[in-house]
């Protein structure tokens, strides 16, 4: 069996049952046990400091250690692990499949709203044959660095095809220019991205093909199967699987955040860019996933990030988690949101007792401050969570409400919670956060929990240790 062939195997065989596929290599044929939860071979743990700082949560980068500010807690990956970004220069695919997307060093917010420190990649490719394709173009911010890589990777030929992935304009605003650049290329896309293509661009003139589930279309030497994805996360979205050199072209699936020339772990800014951006549409991605375990992957070239080539099943199953909403580790989120500073000195406490507990991952989070896709992210990441807020206007303090929006509107589930409230009056804070609580499926509320008046009294902070141990555990 040829060595490159990916063969998902799981960890979580009690979850599911498994079913047999047979993979076709070019010189033999093996069959291969895969679950239908598509989960992968189970990693070390990342290992942590386990000393809890306070901090912010915007992400910093030095060297290839994932650091987070501010303090000088480091978080690394599985020891041995190599997840790191890829020069563009490694994007090398193969003599006939070309890399030609762009790194946006420039861009401060992805989608107006993700902060990027070390910028995004567009990705597209190029695809040589009898026939030529286009798998995508990038953000008109980069047309035209785009453009001169099309043209050199062309080499004085013509492209036959534009396959359109996906249609949000980081990957398609490029478009219009390549259908007046060639004005006889075919463009190939969905049913779907076909009704929405004139939203953007007029396509009257231009031969089109609309593509189905499982549909071919020969190149010559590559033939390209499409497999529809919609929802993940537009509704238009496919996937295309290239038969011969067994590579799936997988639209925003597998991205990141980072441009290519980024020397970092590939995990932590994945989450960020799958919670974020995709996680609200779990069930869509789980169908993808079984759609992809029929196939026989050596190659995931994604829309945003390195082009994954090692370990397959390592990367397939963090997608697996991710969209079932299990948690990926244990550990404890405590979120904060502290108006004068008492709020905050009993999330502190509380933090400390959960590791003086054994608490190995513990992140404490000001929410007034931090990231909050990365506050969402770690929200997912671990199993339970700490939410300590003042009581503001009747309810709870905004920065507060802001994070339970982002996560209800992310289908935040499966989790256990606990929460703490401050309030020299009236306290509201605890009512209304269980309130956004109990809307989210599989909460549970872990008790006690806590309503502090003004400053941390002594009787506040033995009912801290309570839940701290309540929370541990859980």
Known sequence: MNEESVCLRSAYADEAKDRVRVVKTENSVCAKKVVDRICAVKTEDCVCAKKVVDRSCEVKTEGSVCVKAAGSRTCAEPAGANRKGIRMSEQFISDN?????????????????????????????????DKIAIMDTVDRRRSDEWKNNLTAALDGRKPDYLVISHLEPDHAG???????????????????????????????????????EGETLSLGAHTLQFFMAPMVHWPEVMVTYEQKEKVLFSADGFGKFGTLDTEEDWISEAR???????????????????????????????????????????????YDTWSSYRPEDRGVVVAYASIHGNTAGAAKYLAEKLTQFGEEHVELMDI?????????????????????????????????EDFLIHLRHKTYRNRKVA????????????????????????IEIVEPSLTIQGAVKAADYKVLDEIAKAVHEA
Request: neutral net charge; contains cysteine.
């Open 419 to 442: 929460l703490v409230e401050n309030g020299t009056w009236a306290p509201a804070a605890k009512k209304t956060m269980t309130g956004y609580l109990k809307a989210m499926k599989g």
């Open 368 to 400: 007034c401050r931090c990231d909050m896709a990365t506050a969402v992210e770690n929200a997912f990441r671990y199993d339970r969570m700490v939410l300590a807020a003042s009581s503001y206007d009747a309810g709870v303090f905004l920065p507060m």
């Open 272 to 318: 960020r860019y799958y919670i974020n951006i995709v996680g609200k549409y779990g069930a869509q991605v789980q169908k993808l996933l079984a759609k992809a375990a029929t196939l026989d992957i050596r190659m995931i070239c994604p829309l945003h990030g390195p082009v994954l080539k090692d370990d397959l099943g390592y990367y397939i199953g963090k």
């Open 174 to 212: 490029t478009i219009g220019q390549v259908l007046e650049l060639y004005p006889e290329i075919t463009v190939v896309c969905s049913v779907k991205a076909a009704q929405l293509l004139p939203e953007y661009y007029d396509p009257a003139g231009h031969p089109m093909i609309t593509v189905k």
């Open 97 to 129: 499949i070309r890399y030609i997307g762009c790194d946006d060093k420039d861009i401060d917010l992805f989608e107006s709203q993700y902060v990027v420190p070390n910028g995004v990649s567009y990705n597209s490719y190029l695809i040589l044959d």
